[in-house]
């Protein structure tokens, strides 16, 4: 069941996810548009969230923005400039490079994404622990996710494990960190994943649907109906988990389960590729081991994650 | 009978099987022919075959099947006979020179209009390879049948001009004066006949009329693509009843085999005990004159009317697994629609991955296609009725355990 709304402001609204945007012009959704796109979330009782560019909208848009409850996703940029403060005015802020991260001032009441590649993310480890320090939530996105090796894996292990031990550090000092990478499977006990096409969908300035702002503002996506005549997800079963073989028989909960990697390197937007599987694995694992160090020093968790010795459930599909 | 048996072995059980299309032309333009895109320019080279077979050979721990089954395919394969020759010589050599748990555990296998059948190359290559060889010659059933849709490609029609009715030249007489020779050389052989719907008037006669040829094994189905009209399903009904009516009146059931018949079928399927794929795509390879890979040929673009080739690889690059991951986690209830998991006749039904991806409202494999499923119906029915009849006339008889000893068994390629 669809929930979820997300509001591309203008073609170059800034990526939170996996994607990069390949759209370099501005084009702001026209105003009737987002009226339009407003009216029909309030219809469809659907949370809104707005998506911004890299520029100032005009105040006509915030007006209207602000007749409806939402969350904001600004670039780091743009949260900078709206508002009367110099950090405020936005629910999420995004950093496209580490870099820009580290050399930013952040608020602890905010969750901030991090867009980074694997070179950065592998020689940025230190960066992360400190902003992971510093703010509400932080969720680090890999942009070339799809391109890991397998020394790139063994990479991504060794950062998990630092930063795990960054994470315990915080959480002895009395912090609660939140870092996606590691301690969202602390506490989940089902699959929690973007839920593209089955929870949310995306509604882009040319009036039509996506599945998410992926399928508009990278090559080779479609739309799923538009404002005039409505949502049409063909096939929608194949969002959801039980129309996913891999995934449904998968413990990797916290992973971002993304549908357009899915398409992206395998063809099918229900089913991830080696790569996506192992690095939600690596993820999954260290958290188990997190878990068990937390849980000897006394932190209370009802979850447990068990030993496994595969790092891609594709391997081990004839057991399911 | 003893040789439909023998055809069928244990290594077939473990078997890759790896295709070159080796041309996509042919001398025939078939109006059932799911090749939309037909040509005389897409020649597969030797360079491209050569690297195909190097890549392959020199991949055992990813092609670590038992045995291999080098399948040629076109168009019509024969075309390409030189090229042909020329690949199985290297295949052959290289298996020795690598000592490749293939050598002596492979077959070349053909599907041909069998048209150039007794050509000096042909007959010279068949006898080069003929122990590890099997080759399959269509034939449709009766001549008004068979030319009905295997009629000769013309000029014309590479022009894109479709010819009247009447302009039309059948080949049932290039291929039939063929099938003494062919089934001399291949005596278990069988052969495959499509069924469209305005072929459904003659299944039963040209059924009977094959086995009079002297096959014994007739391994026939209906196209999957979405061709039937109303009524079809009636019309087909009362053809297979017919048809069993003659099978089961004149003992042919004793010694000839058709797969419309087959015991098991028909039946509820659970998604637990139950749920595999019925297609074999993606645990195939199939390669094109420009080396790139598909998990089986109906993926190549030549196949396929409104989507676009699902490629997996090429013979620089290899395999992408990637894009096999959704073939290899592909079962049955996941890509059936509610109706087709709830069926009381499920067993049986069958799909073809490529016509599902083909038909699909978005590009997906995981969409399976229902558009067979009234003739399906109207087969289990038939088939419901052949073997109450078989069974009731063998129990008088007092034959029924012979039978059942020592039943027909067919070896219809299920891929």
Not at chain 1, 109 to 119: E, H, L, M, N, S
Not at chain 2, 243 to 252: E, M, P, Q, V
Not at chain 2, 387 to 395: A, C, G, P, S, T
């Amino acid at each position: 069941m669809i929930k979820y709304i997300v509001i591309l402001l203008d073609d170059t609204s800034t990526s939170f996810c996996h994607y990069a945007n390949s759209k370099t012009v501005q084009r702001p959704m026209p105003l009737q548009t987002l009226k339009d796109g407003i009216r029909y979330a309030m219809k469809e009782n659907l949370n809104i969230q707005f998506v911004y560019p890299e520029y100032t909208l005009p105040k006509e848009y915030l007006e209207v923005i602000d007749s409806i409850d939402h969350t904001d996703i600004k670039p780091f940029g743009v949260s900078n400039k709206i508002g009367s403060t110099t950090l405020c005015g936005s629910d999420i802020v995004v950093f496209n490079t580490l870099e820009e991260a580290v050399d930013s001032q952040v608020r602890s009441d905010t969750t901030y994404v991090v867009r980074t590649d694997k070179a950065c993310l592998f020689a940025g480890c230190d960066a992360l622990g400190t902003i992971l320090g510093k703010v509400a939530r932080l969720n680090v996105v890999i942009t070339d996710v799809q391109t890991f090796t397998e020394d790139d894996f063994e990479s991504y292990k060794s950062l998990l494990g630092r930063l795990s031990e960054k994470v315990e550090r915080l959480y002895v000092s009395g912090r609660s960190p939140q870092l996606n990478l590691l301690t969202d499977r602390l506490l989940l006990d089902q699959m929690n994943n973007c839920g593209a096409g089955e929870t949310t969908i995306t509604l882009a300035p040319d009036g039509r649907f996506y599945v998410c702002p992926a399928f508009y503002q990278s090559a080779g996506g479609y739309a799923v109906g538009d404002l005039e005549h409505g949502l049409d997800i063909k096939n929608q079963q194949l969002y959801r988990l039980d129309h996913a073989p891999v995934c449904r028989n998968c413990d990797a909960w916290q992973c971002r389960r993304c549908v357009w990697i899915n398409r992206l390197t395998t063809l099918e937007v229900n089913t991830p590729s080696h790569e996506q599987c192992v690095v939600a694995h690596l993820e999954r694992n260290q958290a188990m081991k997190l878990l068990k160090r937390l849980k000897t020093k006394g932190f209370g968790f009802d979850q447990e994650i068990k030993e496994i010795d595969y790092l891609d459930p594709f391997t081990i599909r004839r057991e399911w | 009978m003893s040789m439909i048996k023998e055809v069928s072995s244990d290594w077939e059980r473990s078997y890759k099987s790896i295709t070159f299309i080796v041309t996509k032309d042919c001398q025939l333009a078939c109006k059932y022919c799911y090749l939309v895109g037909k040509n005389a320019k897409e020649r597969m080279s030797w360079d491209v075959a050569k690297k195909t077979i190097d890549y392959i050979l020199n991949n055992h721990s990813f092609f670590n099947e038992e045995a291999v089954v080098w399948d040629f395919i076109g168009g019509e394969p024969f075309l390409e006979i030189d090229l042909i020759d020329k690949i199985c010589d290297y295949i052959k050599t290289e298996m020795f020179r690598l000592c490749h748990p293939w050598f002596d555990n492979y077959r070349f296998n053909f599907s041909t209009n069998g048209i150039n059948y007794n050509s000096e190359k042909i007959q010279s290559f068949i006898k080069k390879n003929i122990t590890h060889l099997s080759i399959g010659i269509t034939i449709d059933g009766t001549k008004r049948k068979h030319d009905l849709n295997r009629i000769w490609k013309t000029e014309d029609m590479e022009r894109g001009v479709v010819p009247n009715q009447s302009e039309e030249k059948g080949s049932y007489d290039d291929v039939v004066k063929n099938i003494p020779l062919w089934l001399e050389q291949f005596p278990g052989a069988g052969t495959k006949v499509t069924i469209s719907s305005a072929d459904i008037p003659y299944i039963k006669e040209s059924v009977l009329h094959l086995y009079s040829l002297g096959i014994h094994e007739v391994n026939i189905n209906c196209v999957f693509e979405d061709v039937w009209k109303e009524g079809d399903d009636e019309l087909f009904e009362n053809q297979l009843m017919d048809l069993a009516d003659a099978i089961i009146d004149s003992g042919y059931y004793q010694d000839y085999a058709c797969s419309f018949f087959t015991e098991h079928m028909g039946k509820p399927m659970d998604c637990q005990m139950d749920n595999q794929n019925w297609c074999g795509a993606g645990r195939m390879l199939a390669v094109d004159a420009e080396g790139n890979f598909y998990p089986c040929t109906r993926f190549a673009q030549y196949s396929l009317r409104s989507k676009k080739a699902w490629i997996i690889g090429n013979v620089r690059d290899g395999i992408d697994k990637n894009k096999l991951r959704p073939f290899l986690t592909l079962d049955r209830c996941t890509q059936s629609t509610q109706e087709c998991i709830d069926c009381e006749v499920a067993s049986g039904c069958a799909w073809c991955q490529g016509e599902n991806y083909d038909a699909a409202d978005t590009p997906t494999i995981y969409q399976r296609s229902t558009a067979i499923c009234k003739m399906h119906k109207a087969r289990v029915r038939a088939n419901n009725y052949y073997w109450n009849k078989l069974y009731r006339k063998l129990e008088k008889e007092g034959e029924r355990e012979a039978f059942e000893n020592n039943k027909p068994k067919s070896n219809a390629p299920k891929c």
